[in-house]
């Protein structure tokens, strides 16, 4: 039977990663990746450019079940390593907004530098993973092109999100295998799905953006809101979603940092001859100070005329927007998988298994999961450099 020192399960984020280090170390790696190309996510990811990391990363920008899991790693390999990686690689990159670092150009100059910088590794494409079992060397990992015996095996299938792109759940079931356990799994910053009362509104305004602040069960975000025909999406959705359980409400301010109820009164004590829906223009885009106005049935109300309790529901709506979505679109568009490997069945310093040497995970398929916003680069670079270490 063929034998490798480390075989890597996936060519994604983490695998490629995981196997340069592998590589420089001057061990036998074999790269197993169903896929015709690897990376796949990394070229479709930031719209074609790539939020490769961000500068703010820090263990309270992830989700899991053990916040301080990920601390170790984040700092074994931080965001400005792999930026003076890409700068060493003559990468072209900027910072959009609160950190997040794209490259100017293409995606695919990332999976480049990945690539390059796997040395001698063997990078199988079109080779997929069936199954792992203990062997004499340590392991024998099943595949579509045969048996290899491996001294250590890494785990880095990634989650379930995508599933078109060959997003497959065998790392839980592997870790399953072995005796660990798989915290239970949900899609991640995902578009939220909503009730026909609410895309009563949404629909007419489809393409409105608005800057708004939701905060849910322990999160908080002030970014873009958009609506769209299926209702709302946009980076504050997206990054809610991850905090979002099915059956909540959740509650938008579409003016964060305006007290509306206390504006639309200091107006009406100004006179107060305009329309309603003027002075919400003043702090909203027109077309969505119009709908609110006129779902309070104040369309082409003036100012002057309301009371304090009218205008008390009009703030509300404005600033502590409740609704209930029905659900999220699911794994078909989430771009990450929440829960996975459970962190108390890995060390924190190398990814292995505690109760099975030579075994490790890393990336998505381990309850770790960021933020929007290169987090989750980050923490594939970030896990797959800790077990490199560990080799
Ligand atoms: P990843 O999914 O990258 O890799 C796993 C690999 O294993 C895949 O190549 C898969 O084909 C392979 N595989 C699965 N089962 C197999 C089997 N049985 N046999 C062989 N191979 C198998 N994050 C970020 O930080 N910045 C961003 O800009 C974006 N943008 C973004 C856009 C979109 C549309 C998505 C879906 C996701 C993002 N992300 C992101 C998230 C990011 O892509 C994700 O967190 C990482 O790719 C996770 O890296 P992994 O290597 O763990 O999994």
Redesign the pocket.
Known sequence: MEQADVVI?????????CAGEAAARGLKVVV????AR?????R????G??????LATARDRFLSENPRFCASALAGFAARDFVDMVDRAGIAWHEKTMGQL?CDGKATQIIDMLLQRMGEADLRLR????GVSRGQAGFVVD?SAGQIAARQVVV????K??PK????G??YDIAAQFGLRVVETRPG?VPLTFAEQDLDLCRPLAGIAVDAEIAHGGGRFRDALLFTHRGLSGPVILQISSYWQPGDDLVIDLAPGVDMTARLKEWRGQGGRVAVATVLARDLPERLAHALAAEVGLADARLADQNNKTLDRLGARVNRWRLRPVGSEGYR????TLGGIDTRDLDARTMQARDVPGLFF????VDVT?W?????????WAS?YAAGRAF
């Open positions: 399960l996936g060519g994604g984020a983490a695998g490629l990663f197993l990746e169903h896929a690897a990376g796949e996510k990394i479709i990811s930031g719209g450019r790539c939020n490769f990391t961000n794209f080779t997929a993973v069936t595949s880095a299938t990634g989650g999100s995508i792109m060959g997003a497959t065998i790392a910053l568009t989430a771009e990450v890393i990336g998505e398929c960021g929007l916003g290169g987090y989750n680069f980050q923490w594939a797959a």
